[in-house]
């Protein structure tokens, strides 16, 4: 079984900075993609970011030039640095990894329960 497991959420003061973490356990052959989505109340959840194995990363347009997405193949570790946060960036924070379990199984995703970031005015 894989599991990932968020942590770093909390609460923060607008302009204050935030460091997300993502680790990805169990049956793991191969990490893809990982990313970091979000969902605040009443809304759906959306792409925040997102880095293949290879480090080639995207972002959402909300969020360019104050979030930074990273990864640690070696940990199975996928990082969101948060920087200038905004009050409208409060949300539950959700890690996402395209997990191939096994060398002849195909890739699935894989979600983390998330973590909930809210920032205060």
């Known amino acids: 079984q894989v599991q990932l497991v968020e942590s770093g959420g909390g609460l923060v003061q607008a302009g204050g900075s935030l460091r997300l973490s993502c680790a990805a356990s169990g049956t793991i052959f191969r990490i893809n993609t990982m990313g970091w989505y979000r969902q605040a109340p009443g809304n759906r959840r959306e792409l925040v970011a997102a880095?293949?194995?290879?480090?080639?990363?995207s972002c959402a347009d909300s969020v360019k030039g104050r979030f930074t997405i990273s990864r640690d193949n070696a940990k199975n570790t996928v990082y969101l640095q948060m920087n200038s946060l905004k009050p409208e960036d409060t949300a539950v924070y959700y890690c996402?990894?395209?997990?191939?379990?096994?060398?002849?199984?195909?890739?699935?995703?894989?979600w983390g329960k998330g973590t909930l970031v809210t920032v205060s005015s």
């Open positions: 996402n990894a395209d997990i191939r379990v096994r060398l002849i199984s195909n890739a699935k995703d894989y």
């Open positions: 880095i293949t194995s290879g480090g080639s990363t």
